[in-house]
Each structure stands twice: as C-alpha cells, then as structure tokens.
C-alpha cells in the first residue's frame, strides 16, 4: 500500500496537503519545519514544510543501517535534533538532522558477545529512554530467542549515552512493556507492567498446564514507577 503524510492545520482545524513518502514509514519531528521518516534502504526521508505546512523539499540520505541483517526498531527517543533507536539485533544507532542532511552520530552494541550466547535482547513496545541532563540510556531486556523481541522485559540496563558502557543492571519488580524517564533532577522511571499476582514458578506451572489464555486472565495491567537513580520500586498504580 502506498504511505503518504496528511498534514493539518490545528489553529483553523483544515487538512492543508498530503505529502507521499513512497516506501517510508513512521513520522518524527526535526528541526523547525521538518520530518524525517524511517525507510526501507535502511535510511531516512527528510521532507521540509513551508510556513503554509506544505512540501517544500523532500530528500532521502545515504544508507545508514543494514534494514534486512539489522532494522532499527520504531520506537526512537528525540534529544534535541538528534533521535536515538535500537535495533532488533540489540544495536544503539543515533542519527541527527542538519540542514545538510540526515547523518549517524552514534553506533555501539548493547550486548557482549557473551550476552548475546545467553539470548538476552530487547523487549516490549517502547523499549527506549533517555535522561537528557544526565545522559543515562535505560532499555528493556531480557532473554528470550530472537522472535521475541516484543516480549515483555523482565531487567532494564543502564548505558552512558556519551561512551556506550553499561552502568547498571536492574532487575523489574514486574514484567513490562514499555518504559519512560521523567526529566527532572529526581527522575523516576515508569513501567507499563503486567502483575499476576502469583510467583515466577506458578506463573511457569500455569502457562505449562493450563495455557497462554489462563495467564492472561489472571493478569493485570500496572504502571510501576521506580527512582530512576537507584532502581527501587516506588509505588505500583493498579488497572
């Protein structure tokens, strides 16, 4: 199917243009007037808006990742002009936009190769988040095969954005899907996290016995938030 943008204006709430983006996909603001869009060459399609919200230009930069061997996931996180992503075979890319251009400012692995033998990967759906002062990285992890990527995350690691080296590693209170920092001086980490209420073992003994579909009954949707600097569970918000 054909992708395209629809841009509107908010302040007179009028459809102003639609804009294709022939074999691109997901939208992410940059700069002033633009738009970048994550493509199937394994780069990106900046399209640049007049004041009007209409095409100005479009480009497309270089490759800039493997998008067969090593795509880039889409839940990407934005400091300043420069979005940062993670791959599905656990690499950390950041890409900044210029005038000139999209460019790759930052490429290192999340995993050793020892971490990798022991299958552990990303997980979940927004699986990224930064601190922006303290320039602290926190991703979802765990250890499943590589099918798994979208799996709930049982840890969070700790990476420094500036050098790519690993801080910390914490284990969650609950499995999670998601993760967001908040960006003041005490920030707290927040889960998207699931509660059965029963012990990893029983959680195991169910899911043998009985099933996926009697796990997920006995489930309940959380939100964890936890002190982003030392790792300890603050409170759990139930459903």
């Known amino acids: 199917p054909a992708t395209s943008i629809s841009v509107v204006d908010l302040q007179s709430r009028q459809f102003v243009t639609e804009i294709d983006i022939p074999g691109c996909f997901n939208i992410y603001p940059v700069g002033n007037r633009a ?37 880039v996931t889409v839940s990407g ?8 992503y993670v791959s599905k075979g656990g690499n950390f890319y950041g890409f900044e936009y210029a005038a000139t251009g999209t460019s790759k400012v930052a ?19 927004q699986h990224l988040a930064i601190h922006r002062d303290t320039g602290r990285v926190f991703v979802l992890v765990h250890q499943g095969d590589p099918e798994t990527f979208e799996d709930p995350g049982t840890h969070v690691w700790v990476y420094d954005l500036a050098t790519g080296e690993k801080l910390v590693e914490r284990e969650l209170e609950h499995m999670a899907l998601s993760i967001e920092v908040s ?57």
């Not at 996180?77 to 940062?84: K, L, N, S």
């Open 107 to 125: 490429q290192w692995p999340l995993f050793s190769d020892e971490e990798l033998e022991d299958n552990w990967r990303i997980s979940g759906f």
């Open 35 to 71: 738009i970048n869009a994550i493509c199937g060459h394994g780069g990106f399609m900046t399209i640049v808006l007049d004041d009007s919200g209409r095409q100005k230009s479009i480009t497309r930069s270089e490759t800039l990742f493997d998008a067969m061997a090593d795509p």
């Open 183 to 239: 960006q003041d001086d005490q920030a707290q980490m927040y889960a998207v996290a699931v509660d059965f209420h029963i012990s990893a073992i029983a959680q195991i003994y169910v899911y043998l016995t009985q099933g996926e579909k009697t796990l997920e009954a006995i489930a309940d949707f959380v939100l964890d938030v936890y002190d982003a600097e030392d790792g300890s569970l603050q409170r759990t918000i139930s459903e």
């Open 77 to 84: 996180v934005r400091v300043a002009d420069t979005w940062y």
